[in-house]
């Protein structure tokens, strides 16, 4: 009986302690993302995507999914820094331009319940911590893709990012997309993020070239199945 006693009381210290553990990490975890909170609205990130990522962070954390609420809470701490660093810079390596996007894809794909897959496809001769241009060039063409093309299809999405160049003096940046298809450059101008990054392309464009094409893509059957932006950056 004095085994059996002692036994349970064990168990109980035990599951009590666990349970102690878990409310600690919550609590500790909702302090984390209440700073987190103020320091993305100063950095002028978009309001829906902070607190939608901030909402999944903590359905995670509901569910006990500790360890993946951490990974994602740690994600979205590092992007945030890294806009708010990349916002006192006129021009950043490449390297670290596609750093802060790859982190935006999975938080985005967290965002969206993995709604989208996606590769980012490199061309082995560039030098990605030699070529500088403005930060978050290329996030609002992929934002965009996202939640315009891809966000309105029937199913999972996918989204192909190639940087390639064939002159030095310029890097090509695809993305393309297998969603609903857009209406083409007229819908860049609608759009605030994209209308900037066009602008910012425009002063920075060496020769009268257009430094963004939009191409709708149709499958066999003459049907919309997505969307690629050609941009031209200058190196």
Known sequence: LILILLIIGGYSRYHFGQKEKFRRQQAFLQEQLSELEQKALRSQMKPDFIFECMHAIQALMTSGDIDRAINYLTKF?????QVLEHSLETSIELSRELETLKIYLELEQLRTNHKFDFNIDIQEELELD???FPPLLIQ???EKAIWENIHHKDGSGKIDIELKSDDPAYI???ITDNG????GANSLSEDMGTAISQNRMEIMQKDDQSAINVVDLFDHQKMPCGTRVEIKIPA
């Open 180 to 183: 609903i298809g857009s209406s």
């Open 140 to 142: 609002p063409f992929v």
């Open 130 to 132: 030699f070529i500088f």
């Open 77 to 81: 701490a590092k992007l945030l820094r």
């Open 172 to 174: 090509l940046c695809h």
